[in-house]
């Protein structure tokens, strides 16, 4: 589980109690749609501010009034978060080897005349931390783009951000296409979105299958999980045999592909009906599907 780092920089002190419990309820559904994909008892929290809850967001409201506001099960998920606080390799607690690489360089903003303490964004890029913060000017995006500085020398580089629900969402699919094999191979946009729209479970055995398979340069046969399809509709093509949907035999995982030229083009998923009268028409379907993304993926190569 990633760092999650409270961003301060984001608060407005001239906000209003209401804008502030709007930015706050924002906050909160992204939390928990981040956390509870990963896991609450994985959660690491970290905030510079010495007493998190009793921080004056604005004057005479303080994070804990803000944490009432919200209902219960937000109000739980936060709180749980809190005592997730992380007591090692946080800013407070540096290696000298990890505060020299903090300390080497400035974080900026392009639009930024003054230089300011942004010490927190570059403990966030250095421990690959994702920022928690109100949707609100620079902060309304998913990833912050921000400008190293250093021996006069400018570097750009980003930060993940969660202000809403939404960035929590975008988030959690990069970090799991992230875990598919990419060397010489290709994914459709199709099968992207096929994968995502998986359960947890069945997801990790056709991202493990898949690192199989890449392992085996997509070569063999069954004994590599490839099987060979036979149809004069598209030629080459072959599936991934992934294993069965929730165990039950007649649901059956696939994945089909194609190599090209050393080159592996992952097309699209499916789940095989094996009842009968269902099969034929059902893998016509997928075929015929497949034949739009490859000639969206390989002819206009």
Known sequence: MR??????????????IHEVNEFFLELSHGIKKYILQNGVKNSRFFTELDNFIKYEIITGYKIIDAIKSLSRDLKSI???????KCNNDCLNNLSEEDEEKVTDYDVIFADEAAEKDYMILAFSLEKEGVLLSFNRD???NNSIEVLKYSNNVTTKAYIDNIATQEHATTLINQEILVKLPN??????????????????????????KIIFVSSKNFDGGRENLIEHITTDKIHNLKEIIIGTAGGMSWANIRVFFKSINDKHYIYHGFIKQNEKNQVQTYEEEVIETVKIIESEMINGL
């Open 138 to 140: 620079r902060w309304t």
């Open 78 to 84: 936060i709180f749980d978060l809190i005592t997730m």
């Open 183 to 208: 060397k010489d191979i290709t994914y459709s946009d199709s099968f992207n979105k096929w994968l995502l729209t998986q359960a947890s479970i069945h997801r990790e055995k056709i991202i493990e």
């Open 3 to 16: 760092l999650l780092i409270f961003n301060h920089h984001s608060i407005d002190e001239d906000s209003t």
